[in-house]
């Protein structure tokens, strides 16, 4: 046997060791169940916040979220903007080269040599 088989034997031994069942002690049952009984009744109380701050805080958070939705509005507005004069400037800059190189033609055809 090589030292890999070994190894996992001895795990395998020490595992079912471990694993072996082991009896609860005299009585445990009947502790469990005498003390399920005296906790039946759940006593859960998951939100116990007045009535008063409950109202306040729906009211701040619908605040928030309206404010989180006007500037997320006017940020996609300002976008838009911003795309729209863009564009526009590019469109500008195009009609501004055209012109120029029409009336750079015009000079050339003129006779005026400018530049290069």
Known sequence: MNQLEELSSEFERELTRAMRGVDPAEGFADRVMARAQVNAKPR?????????????????????????????EEIHLRHQREE???QQFELAMRITDRTLEHVQQQLWDAGVRLGN
Do not use: D, K, Y
């Open 44 to 72: 859960v109380r998951l939100f116990g916040m007045p009535l008063r701050a409950r109202v306040w805080t729906s009211g701040a958070i619908a605040a928030a979220l309206l404010t989180g939705i006007f500037i997320g």
């Open 84 to 86: 729209a004069a863009q």
